[in-house]
């Protein structure tokens, strides 16, 4: 069973020495970091892509196309880091292995003097040893990225396995990556996944407005 984490874990653009201040707070259940950058303005990280990991990419966004599917451009363009790792995090207390994560960043100054200087940005990261077993070109790799594409281009999270469909599947918090059904069906599950009906059900992960709202923005001690 090859675990599909989802993250909403939010990091400064400056994570080095002093100049960070972390608080953390619960956003809709899910852990949510807010990072002061002390003294200086957060700058967005540069953009990051790997080449196979763009080709499944730009294969969601076509097939969205294809179903009539809208992606924000505004929420497409925070997408920013897609990159194969050996150190995906595990989840805590679980033995599962993590395949990838959506994650969500964001940073903001704690000088009064620069205004609204708070940034946000998306990171897809995919662990390496899934891309050396199965191959780029693989059901396995894309279910990996279409899922994390689905949390970090239209904001969702997960469907629950005890209340949902098999053919949805795709956005279980977990998969087998060796059942023969879902590889052997996955082009049609993902079809049936950008039906809008479908993508209604699954539920939206925290606004910027939600974590905006969290009181660790205003209680961080310096």
Request: glycine share 6%; net charge negative; charged share 25%.
């Amino acid at each position: 069973m090859i675990r599909l984490l989802f993250g909403f874990f939010l990091f400064s653009a400056c994570d080095k020495g002093p100049k960070v201040v972390v608080s953390s707070a619960a956003v809709k259940g899910l852990l949510v970091q807010l990072h002061l950058v002390q003294g200086e303005n957060p700058q967005l990280p540069s953009l990051q892509f790997d080449p196979d990991l763009a080709v499944l990419r730009d294969a969601f966004d076509k097939q969205a196309a294809a179903a009539h599917v809208y992606i924000d451009p505004d929420e497409s363009a925070k997408l920013r880091v897609m990159v194969l790792r050996d150190d995906v995090p595990s989840e805590p207390g679980t033995n599962a292995k993590t395949a990838g994560l959506c994650l969500t960043f964001s940073a903001r100054s704690d000088n009064p003097l620069l205004g609204d200087s708070t940034v946000f940005w998306k990171e897809i990261h995919v662990e390496r040893g899934f891309a050396s077993k199965y191959g780029m070109k693989s059901p396995q790799m894309k279910l990996i990225l279409f899922h994390e594409l689905f949390h970090c281009r239209f904001n969702k999270t997960h469907l629950d396995p005890a209340t949902t469909a098999k053919a949805e599947a795709i956005m279980f918090p977990s998969a087998d990556f060796d059942d023969p059904e879902l590889m052997g069906h996955l082009d049609r599950y993902i079809t049936e996944m950008f039906d809008p009906a479908l993508m209604a059900k699954i539920p939206d992960g925290p606004s910027t407005e939600d974590i905006l709202k969290q009181p660790g923005w205003k209680t961080l001690k310096f």
